[in-house]
DNA sequence: ACGTTGGTCGATCGAGCGTTCGACCTACCG
DNA sequence: CGGTAGGTCGAACGCTCGATCGACCAACGT
């Protein structure tokens, strides 16, 4: 069907198709790095489990390297892009900051196997493929601080705890998810999402815990 | 030198040799695992920085597996042991959890190498090895879950966050360290840890960012 | 009818892996 | 002295890996 048409139609129409077994090939990919992790998952794998043959599967990607850099630059383009968009006309750094760890926490959950490989996989990057998952997340990351930077200043909060370790350990608290929830749990994304931000947000507009009437130093 | 005695004493020196030996072969791989990933590590690696012959290896270890077990159990044993040692007569929950969250980021600090390994190569265990770090893990998660209740009884706070939220958004906040923090950067470990316990605990123990008043308790 | 292009495959290569084995070399014991 | 035990080593085995190559095929334009 969608493969009748002109030269245009038929290029468009392949080049989509093309798109998609690659989608699916890194979606696989993706599930096996997380299993077994990048340097364990063999390419043969990936052939079993997609039903594609050994040699067939180098049609899509060039070698086992460029396809985890495929799977990681999808991951956070995808992160950022949506999170970009959600950030367009927000005036308040707070629901910033609430918006951004909803959306990372939303796509830890709605796919976890890519996400997984994102956090946990870097170190497995060689050479330009890792600079240039380097300057993706440090765009991310910078982003952030640049949200927690307008949180403390709209917020009148004190100079507690420096901005890159405020930063570092939000990220800690929201990648770390991987390691402990399961989707289907009882407590759920939106709700999970919410607890970190509340637990984070707290500690870093203000107030030690010490101030809390409780303990005299 | 060490080596002349009686049998008693050439059994303790040589047995206490023997520790010796393996102990920095621990070190050394740890430090191999942490750089390049257990699987793409290989025991080539080992034997050539740490100059001894490949089959010389295996006198100390039966196998990779157990390699990777004895890292990470000497890592946690250590870590368990050190914190249950600081926390005897303590009895306010908050220094409690001051005292945890500086001796996990100590350790991270002065042994990143095994820590690394610990908190990233946990699923490079198999059977029962798997096991049994999981459940010295577990001990210690459970450790901080009681001391959290506590800490959150004790001040009245509200039951914002439920408490194994709480427990793995710190964990996340101190095994993210791995990924950012180099010794001998500005911030000093210990000012480190203080940063994160103070991050997380006003956030723990009530009031969101919005009213941010003292409370009364 | 024919050439081209996109896509797939089996067979194979060379390299590296974890592990084993038997030989070897002390340094001690009786 | 001979024997035994702790420690070390080179060589090799069997296996899996990532990657390549040439053959093949169906669908298309001309």
Redesign the interface.
């Known amino acids: 069907m969608a493969t009748r048409g002109s030269m245009a139609e038929k290029a468009l129409s392949v080049s989509s198709e093309h798109e998609e077994k690659l989608g699916r090939l890194l979606t696989v990919a993706a599930e096996i790095f997380a299993e077994k992790?990048?340097?364990?998952a063999s390419i043969r794998d990936l052939s079993r489990r997609a039903g594609v043959s050994l040699s067939g599967l180098y049609y899509y990607f060039s070698s086992k390297q460029e396809l985890l850099f495929m799977i990681q630059d999808r991951s956070l383009r995808n992160v950022l892009a949506e999170l970009e968009v959600k950030l367009r006309g927000i005036d308040s750094p707070?629901e910033k900051l609430r918006i951004l760890v909803r959306n990372h926490v939303g796509f830890f959950a709605q796919n976890m196997a890519a996400m997984r490989v994102l956090t946990?996989e870097y170190?497995?990057l060689e050479g330009e493929y890792r600079t240039k998952i380097r300057n993706l997340r440090l765009r991310y990351s910078n982003l952030c601080t640049e949200i927690l930077r307008d949180v403390r200043r709209f917020?009148g909060?004190g100079d507690?705890?420096?901005l890159n370790?405020?930063t570092?350990?939000l990220?800690?608290?929201?990648?770390?998810?991987y390691?402990?929830?399961r989707p289907g749990s009882s407590?759920s994304v939106d709700r999970?999402a919410d607890?970190?931000y509340?637990?984070?947000?707290?500690?870093?507009?203000?107030?030690?815990?010490?101030?809390?009437?409780?303990?005299a130093g």
């Open positions: 992790g990048y340097h364990h707070e946990h170190d497995s917020s909060g507690i705890v420096p370790v405020a570092f350990g990220f800690g608290m929201m990648n770390w998810i390691a402990w929830y407590v999970l607890h970190l509340r637990l984070f947000i707290s500690g870093f507009i203000g107030r030690t815990g010490k101030s809390a009437g409780k303990r």
